[in-house]
């Protein structure tokens, strides 16, 4: 690849806000995609007025993605991933970062990036404003992870993951594995994270499901672990509707708990409306009723340009 070839096509599409809606490079094997969103929206809610003595925040933010790949020979490629959010007058926070190579057998990459679970999780956490509450017991189950080495594989109808996370801290390590098989309009998925906590473990397993027929999916996921001396139980529900062509309706419940104490960790009901004027720009609106002691209901909103 030309290195001058290369500056010079990212600097077009820097330059040009269309240009980051496809590929930028594409040469002797060699690609790069650029893309990302500015997103303006608000969150109305008591819960705010102990942070900023109003119930008005905002939650603008903005972000932006290189993705590349190169291919190496019949059988074998290479890939890297950055993303970056701004939000606020001067908070950038790197959201992925991580590089890999792939082959017949699945990919196989390091760096900032998801755990094996978010695969199942994300049947849940499809709202624009809320939810995703409910599933993550131990740290190892969250997307955005840093020091992840991760496994991804595809065979047919069956998706495998796996991934170890190695702490900067000393007996923190994390490892966990899921699948994810697809029986037409239904998916069945389960995973199992465990993480060190020094003497002790804590772990938790993940069971998903979906259907999704004729404009309508649904959504389950069912979590159960312990942390320290505590088990946990947890699940979330979610279902949407595409309405029409452009606006698509969605809701999620949420509840977990820790067993031994009845602490409920989370328990709210959230709606919301997506509009899609066209593949780049859409707008939003979603309410969530709170059912946690000290908590209030909050309503978020906001509009989204893609590029």
């Known amino acids: 690849m030309k290195n001058a070839a290369l500056t010079s096509a990212m600097l077009i599409a820097l330059a040009s806000t269309s240009s980051f809606a496809a590929t930028v490079y594409d040469s002797e094997g060699t690609s790069l995609k650029v893309g990302g969103r500015a997103e303006a929206r608000f969150n109305v809610s008591d819960n705010n007025e102990s942070d900023t003595n109003s119930s008005f925040e905002d939650k603008s933010r903005a972000r932006f993605n290189l993705k590349g790949k190169t291919e190496i020979s019949d059988d074998f490629y290479g890939f890297g991933k950055y993303e970056a959010e701004f939000s606020g007058s001067d908070s950038l926070k790197n959201r992925y970062f991580f590089a890999g190579f792939g082959t017949s057998a699945g990919e196989f990459s390091y760096g900032k990036q998801d755990s094996a679970q978010v695969q199942l999780t994300d049947i849940t956490d499809v709202m624009a404003t809320f939810g995703g509450d409910a599933a993550d017991l131990v740290s190892g189950n969250k997307d955005k992870r840093e020091n992840n080495f991760l496994y991804a594989g595809e065979f047919d109808a069956l998706s495998i993951q796996a991934n170890y996370i190695s702490a900067d801290e000393k007996d923190a390590d994390s490892y966990g594995i899921s699948a994810l098989y697809g029986f037409g309009v239904v998916s069945l998925g389960a995973g199992y994270v465990s993480q060190d906590a020094?003497?002790?473990?804590?772990?938790?397993?993940?069971?998903?499901?979906?259907?999704?027929?004729?404009?309508?999916?649904l959504g389950a996921l069912y979590t159960a672990g312990s942390k320290g001396n505590q088990d946990y139980t947890g699940y979330e529900l979610a279902a949407q509707y595409k309405a029409t062509k452009k606006l698509k309706l969605v809701a999620v419940y949420n509840f977990g708990e820790y067993d031994n104490t009845n602490t409920e960790e989370a328990n709210n009901f959230a709606a919301e409306a997506v509009y899609k004027f066209n593949g780049n720009f859409r707008a939003y609106a979603g309410y969530k009723f709170e059912g946690l002691d000290g908590q209030d209901d909050e309503l978020q909103a906001g509009m989204r340009y893609d590029f």
């Open 198 to 217: 020094g003497t002790e473990s804590d772990d938790q397993i993940n069971l998903a499901a979906e259907y999704s027929q004729n404009g309508l999916t």
